[in-house]
Structures are given as C-alpha cells and as structure tokens.
C-alpha cells in the first residue's frame, strides 16, 4: 500500500512537471493567436486517446443520452478555461503565476458544488477557499490597469475549470468512463479552435512549431501521468502534491523566461499551498474518523483526468 502511495506521488509530481512545461513551452513558442496554440494543446490529445480508444472493448460509446449535455458543457467551459489559461501566460508575466491562479479550481469546484450537486460545504471548507481567494488577491496584486485582465483572467480560467471539473463528476456519476471525458474534451476543442486557427493563422518559424507540438506532447503526457497517479492512491492522500506546479514553473519561468515573481506573488502562493493542505488535511482526518479504527482502509475512486483544462 505504501509503495503504491508513493509511486502515485511520483506520478503527480511528473504531471505537475508535465502541465509546468506545457506552459512553459506556450510561453516560448511566441506572439501567435490564442487559438492557434489551442488547436496544437489539444490535437496530439485526440490522436493519442483515439488509439487507445481503438483497443478497448467499448470504443467510442458514451454511457448514455443523458450525458452528452454534460459533455457539451464541460466541454464548452472546457475549452474557454484553456483560452483564459493561455492569455493568461502570455500576458501575465510570469508563468508561475498563472499557473497558481489556475490552481483555484478545486475552490472554486467546492463552490459549484453547490448548486449542481446539492453540495453543503462544511465550515472548515469555506475558511479554505476565502483563504485561497485572499492568496489569488495577492498574486493579482490589482492595480488597475493594462496588467490587471490578464490576471482576471487567469482567475476566471481557474473558474471555468473548477466548473468543467464539476460536470466531470457528474458524468463520473453518472457511468461514463473517464478516458471518454477527455477524448470528447479533446475532440470538441479541436473542432471548435480549427476554423478560429485558420481564420487568424500566423505563419510559424519551425522552432515554433516545435514549441506548440511540445506543448501538446507535455499535455498529453500530464494526463496520463494524473490518471496513473489517482490509479495507484487515494486523491484525498495526493491531490496536494499537484500545486507543486506552481514551483517547477517559477523554477522554469526563472531558468527559461528570466522571470522573477514579485514578493506579493510569493506571499499569494503561500496562501493558496496553505488553504490547498488544509483542506487535504481537513479531508484526511474525516475520511479517518468516518472509516473508524476497525474498519480497512478503503481508496477513493479515483477522479477524472479531465479536470485538467
């Protein structure tokens, strides 16, 4: 049990590197319209989980009817938090930063919860996520001006993800296999991002397209490494070392982009870890309680890849 805990942290930690040089490498590959770095995020994606789609028994069948609504719509908020995301780190200044503003997700899912799924949050959870929002405060560090929207917007990706993530776990409840969540994900952002790509082409220098189909290959490896790791442990035991991110991408962004977050920044990512391990610790000691001494110690399920926008 232990080792396969400790394994499932490799994994995490891997896809926390993974999505930290995914935004590394929208970073690098330039001044290039948004959707055109959205179709190559996205499109090795689809061709990857299209192959292993191929080899199972069930293909490309959804559970039912009732989840392609769900679909569509997690989907849709899918793709605007990805456009969020990557305005965000071509305008923010600092990938670091915004890759912890998309960290709000879970937050901002307990939020959602609310009223998709009928979801109290106990008291203890809310402290957490005005914790968080308080740390967000201060990596927006709002001045009002120019600098301002990207950081917005960087907020509202980690909202649009929180919700997508919410909708997962209705699709989750409702049957569907989590490898179809994110080939539906994949597929429908493609499509959609296809015409804007073309509409707004910018011709690429061949470094370029190095940059966005590394970007597509380190997402594509993220996803396999998280679904790995929910696989091999517990989320409630895990899901903390995720917002390691935040520090291989200030490692990065520093090494590859010479960018050093301001110390309001550094003061908001302490925050936000901070709330993020309460919480964890929170879940863990009421998993424990309602489990009791006697009773074996049981897994959660494990979440969907797809929360990852």
């Known amino acids: 049990m232990k080792a396969k805990k400790g394994l499932g942290i490799l994994f995490i930690l891997g896809a926390a590197l993974c999505f930290a040089l995914m935004n590394l490498f929208v970073s690098l590959a330039g001044d290039l319209p948004l959707m055109q770095k959205v179709f190559f995020r996205n499109g090795l994606t689809v ?79 809310l402290i957490f996520v005005l914790l968080a929002f308080a740390g967000a405060a201060c990596v927006v ?34 049957g569907e296999r989590g490898i179809m969540t994110v080939f539906f994900f994949a597929v429908f952002s493609t499509v959609v991002s296809l015409p804007l790509m073309l509409a707004f082409w910018q011709p690429m220098t061949p470094m370029q397209l190095v940059w966005l189909l590394l970007a597509g290959a380190a997402a594509t490896g993220g996803q396999f490494c998280i679904t790995a790791a929910y696989r091999l442990a517990p989320a409630k035991e895990i899901a903390v070392f995720d917002y390691m991110q935040v520090f291989f991408a200030a490692i990065l962004g520093f090494l590859f982009l010479d960018q050093i977050p301001e110390v309001l920044s550094f003061i908001g990512y302490a925050v936000i870890i901070c ?15 309602a489990r009791g001494p006697a009773t074996p110690e049981r897994a959660d399920p494990p979440p969907d890849p797809a929360r990852r926008e």
């Open 47 to 125: 061709v990857v989980v299209f192959v292993i789609l191929c080899f199972q028994k069930e293909h490309f069948r959804i559970r039912s009817r009732a989840c392609i609504p769900w679909h569509l719509l997690r989907s849709g908020i899918g793709l605007l938090g990805v456009v969020l995301n990557f305005y965000a780190i071509d305008h923010i200044g600092s990938i670091s930063d915004a890759s912890i503003l998309n960290k709000l997700s879970p937050f901002f899912a307990i939020l959602f919860s609310v009223f998709l799924l009928k979801e109290k949050p106990a008291i203890p959870e």
């Open 275 to 289: 709330a993020a391990i309460g919480q964890w610790a929170y879940h863990l000691v009421r998993a424990r309680r």
């Open 141 to 174: 560090n709002p001045r009002f001006d120019m600098r301002l929207v990207p950081a917005l917007a960087g907020v509202a990706g980690g909202a649009c993800a929180g919700l997508a993530y919410t909708c997962v776990r209705i699709l989750g409840n409702r």
